[in-house]
């Protein structure tokens, strides 16, 4: 079984799950917070000394329900297998066991091909004077009538999750969890 190679960004590597699995069911997941600070591990940016672990502001990485081998999470920044399934990328990379009720962690899932005909950012997060970060060689990502949406994606509340709009389902740690398990 083939899977697309490593892609430098989640909206593109969704066009290729999408393109190669047809009828496999792709989603994509923001990982974040109101805080915007969220725990991960096994991180290519973390810290090696500490399982990788770093707090972004935002995660994203594309999910893909494989007849053959389950759910498997395609993140790319992870140092774990590329794809992973997603029990052990819960486990390891999402590691519950940490999770800290001052900064729970929510999900916001949608369906890949949504994503990828929704989603617009023109970068103007990246240049901000505490997180500025060079920008990817390829162009934005806009549609036909939307410059930046980034922030809509981002829309997460504690106190109503599971919670569905036009930008998916939030999701709190612990469904999340349950989608994973009911998808395997």
Known sequence: MEFPKREKNVWH???QLIQAFPSSECRVC???????????????????NFEGFVVWDYHVF???????????????????????????????AIRPDCENH??????RVVD?????????????????PETYSHPPPWPIIVTHNCQNNLSKWLE?????????????CVFDLEQFEQLCNNSC
Not at 70 to 76: A, K, Q, R, S, Y
Not at 112 to 128: C, G, P, Q, T, W
Not at 156 to 164: E, G, L
Request: glycine share 4%; net charge positive; charged share 30%.
């Open 156 to 168: 997460v509340a504690v106190d109503r999750c599971p919670h569905t709009d036009s930008y998916g």
């Open 102 to 107: 001052r900064n729970r962690r929510l999900f």
């Open 62 to 92: 594309a999910m893909l329900h494989h007849d053959e081998q389950g759910e498997l999470i395609f993140d790319l920044d992870t140092t774990l297998q590329f794809p992973c399934s997603a029990k052990e990328y819960f486990e390891k």
């Open 112 to 128: 890949a091909k949504l994503y990828v005909e929704k989603f617009a950012s023109d970068r103007s997060h990246m240049i901000s």
């Open 30 to 48: 923001f990982l974040t917070n109101c805080k915007r600070k969220v725990s991960l591990w096994h991180q290519r940016t973390g810290d090696p």
């Open 13 to 15: 590597l969704s066009k």
